[in-house]
């Protein structure tokens, strides 16, 4: 068979496994790709040692810094999903056998917990309600019981419930205390505020398939020079996820010790030059904001709730209460059914919440199409509105 002529038939095979029908996606990530990424990730590949890589990859650092605004911190970019770099925060930062305060108000949160012991840490536990944020007074009160704990974890948008932390607040009094912050921005770097040097930020990761709108395998973490510095003290870094590995490679090369995602980088690149061209970063949040906004003035209007407590709504989710007597992942299953993919709800809130993911390529209309479906979904199960 030619080389040179596209195999259709391999190509419709495997579209069939994948993609059998043309959903429109409401994800908690992977998330729909913009069409520019889907575009440039079709370039053919060259080596993570070639200058035509050095340069993408320095144009890419370059640019995430100044979207995150880290002129004193460095951006390194890995061959992995966020969780490496949740991971990598606790093996390159935190003593073996120290302590960590992690701070949970959601799946992600106790994820953190999780990785913080099974990399034999301790972690000290201030856990919220489903749909609360972490207050600065109670990091306070926590930090003053525990002021033996060398780091804090702060998940920024806790994408189960759809809580955005009130990050600066809580950074500032982590840092009041001496303690290194260490924060998963998964779901919401690139549609929240990040000020990495104002806010005193050591470490903070997100992962390309969230807010994007990258395909997943890409995982970038931006770190202080305090906690690039404590690292040289850790023993045992591992290999893989050893930081200072990262840094060594990226000063010396522009490039990572192992083979990076390199079609993820090209598109991730594309996004950068998109926000850009959309008028900056400011710009892009409030793209952000709008949307969310829309969406929670569209479920509110059905007469629905919200999971998350007023003021601290996600820019990039909305977790929704399934009204009383309705199943929410029958209302998922319902939508998805209509060709509309919104977001399952997550761990124990698998029934009684489904969540509207607002990441990735969107047009406006859509919005206002899958919050029709939910209607008709609702009034299919017998759902009459609120009384
Ligand atoms: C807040 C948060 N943290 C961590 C993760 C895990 O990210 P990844 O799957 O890229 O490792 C997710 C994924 O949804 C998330 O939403």
Redesign the pocket.
């Known amino acids: 068979m030619s080389q040179e002529k596209l195999n259709s038939k391999v190509i419709d095979e495997v579209r069939k496994i994948v993609w059998p029908r043309n959903l429109k996606l409401f994800t ?2 992977p998330v729909a790709c913009f069409p520019e990424v889907l575009e440039v990730m079709k370039f053919q590949m060259f080596s993570h040692r070639s200058k035509e890589y050095r340069e993408l990859h320095k144009d890419t650092v370059e640019r995430l810094a100044r979207f995150v605004e880290a002129s004193e911190g460095t951006v390194l970019l890995f061959p992995s ?4 770099v ?1 991971e990598a925060s606790v093996r390159n930062f935190v003593s073996l056998g120290g302590a960590v305060l992690t701070t949970i108000i959601g799946e ?1 949160g106790s ?1 953190y917990r999780e990785v913080v012991e099974s990399n034999g840490r301790r972690a000290v536990v201030l856990e919220k309600n489903a749909g609360e944020p972490v207050f600065p007074d109670e990091l306070d009160e926590a930090l003053r019981k525990h002021p033996e704990v060398e780091a804090v974890t702060i ?1 920024y ?3 189960s419930t759809g809580v955005l932390n009130p990050l600066k607040e809580l950074a500032e009094v982590a840092k009041k205390h001496g303690k290194l912050v260490f924060v ?1 921005a ?2 919401a770097m690139g549609a929240a505020e990040i000020k990495f040097d104002a806010w005193g930020l050591d470490v903070v990761f997100t ?1 390309s ?2 807010a994007f709108g990258v395909p ?1 395998g890409l ?1 970038v973490g931006v770190f202080s020079k305090e906690a690039l510095k404590k690292a040289e003290a850790i023993p045992s870094r591992g290999w893989y996820f050893d930081v200072l590995k990262y840094l060594h490679y990226q000063e010396k090369e522009w490039s990572t010790p192992s083979t990076p995602p390199i079609p993820q980088i090209i598109g991730l690149n594309v996004m950068l030059r998109v926000v850009d061209e959309m008028g900056g970063k400011s710009a892009w949040l409030s793209m952000y904001s709008e949307r969310a906004k829309m969406v929670r003035d569209g479920v509110t209007r059905l007469g629905l709730e919200l999971f998350a407590r007023r003021g601290y709504e996600s820019p990039t989710i909305t977790s929704v209460k399934s009204p009383e007597g309705i199943d929410g992942y029958e209302v998922y299953s319902r939508v998805r059914e209509r060709g509309y993919e919104i977001a399952a709800g997550y761990g124990k809130f698998k029934k009684t919440s489904f969540r509207i993911g607002h990441m990735g390529y969107m047009p406006k209309e859509y919005i206002e199409e899958v919050l029709g479906v939910i209607k008709e979904v609702l009034a299919e199960l017998g759902w009459v509105g609120k009384k």
């Open positions: 908690a990530g999903s966020g969780t490496g949740m992600f994820r998940t948008n806790e994408t998963d998964v779901s992962s398939q969230k997943p995982a």
